[in-house]
């Protein structure tokens, strides 16, 4: 089953975020979407930015495979992308593989409290 994660990117950080992206991801091309509210509409622009790394990376536990005098053991960096949706002054980001790491620091922290007041849920799962 899949996960997805969605930000609300602080107003305040919103340049900040799209400069990391550009330079971390390549971006694709745009998608211009635009919906009927109420009386009004609001237009996204959808961008998808992806990174596939070509890269061997050590794996962390190495130091136990060496400890038994085993060879190295690489794995591939795993693909990810960040999906970013902006209308206006607002911008939100959906992210795949391990994204989220660039995108959690820009994030408006108090988003996720407020998205989930609105929301009435059947179960609540927990770590514990």
């Known amino acids: 089953m899949g996960q997805l994660n969605l930000y609300k990117i602080d107003k305040l950080k919103m340049e900040d975020f ?16 635009s919906r009927n ?6 237009t996204y622009i959808l961008s998808l930015y992806i990174s596939f790394e070509q890269k061997d990376n050590l794996v962390e536990w190495q130091w ?8 190295d053991y690489t794995n591939r960096s795993n693909p990810k992308s960040v999906l970013v949706l902006q209308s206006k002054d607002v911008i939100y980001a959906c992210t795949f593989g391990f994204s989220f790491f660039t995108v959690d620091k820009y ?6 409290f407020g998205f989930a007041r ?11």
């Open 107 to 112: 994030c408006d922290t108090d988003f996720a």
């Open 37 to 42: 509210i109420g009386t009004g509409s609001v």
């Open 64 to 71: 136990l495979l060496n400890a038994f005098g085993e060879e």
């Open 18 to 33: 799209l400069e990391e992206l550009e330079s971390k991801y390549a971006p694709s091309d745009e998608l211009t979407i």
């Open 118 to 128: 609105k929301h009435k849920f059947k179960e609540i799962k927990t770590t514990r």
